[in-house]
Nanobody, 124 residues
Framework: QVQLVESGGGSVQAGGSLRLSCAASGYTNSHFCMGWFRQAPGKEREGVAV????????YYADSVKGRFTISQDNAKKTAYLQMNSLKPEDTAMYYC?????????????????WGQGTQVTVSL
């Protein structure tokens, strides 16, 4: 059973930075996609960024391109999301996801495993 544990959330002012980490355990094959989704109150869960090291591919939501960077350390079985130039609209619960089973990277239903989430709050 794959387990994902997020860390690194918190509260920052607009323009600040945070780095989220997602530590994975319970699997031997590291070549599957990992990603970050977020969900604000009253809104659907949306894809933020996904990395597929086996294919050498990364995907980003338009709203975070140029500000967020996703990376993965296969040796540590950990994915990261570096978030710079944060905006109040980035405020949400951020979830780590793993093992993409469908073609569309930004659909939450296409990921099999999920972390418990970490809160990111950006204030003016």
């Amino acid at each position: 059973q794959v387990q994902l544990v997020e860390s690194g959330g918190g509260s920052v002012q607009a323009g600040g930075s945070l780095r989220l980490s997602c530590a994975a355990s319970g699997y031997t094959n590291s070549h599957f996609c990992m990603g970050w989704f977020r969900q604000a109150p009253g809104k659907e869960r949306e894809g933020v960024a996904v990395i597929c090291t086996g294919a050498g591919a990364t995907y980003y939501a338009d709203s975070v391109k140029g500000r967020f960077t996703i990376s993965q350390d296969n040796a540590k079985k950990t994915a990261y999301l570096q978030m710079n130039s944060l905006k109040p609209e980035d405020t949400a619960m951020y979830y780590c996801a793993a093992y993409k089973t469908g073609a569309t990277w930004y659909k939450a239903s296409n990921f099999r495993y999920w972390g418990q989430g970490t809160q990111v709050t950006v204030s003016l």
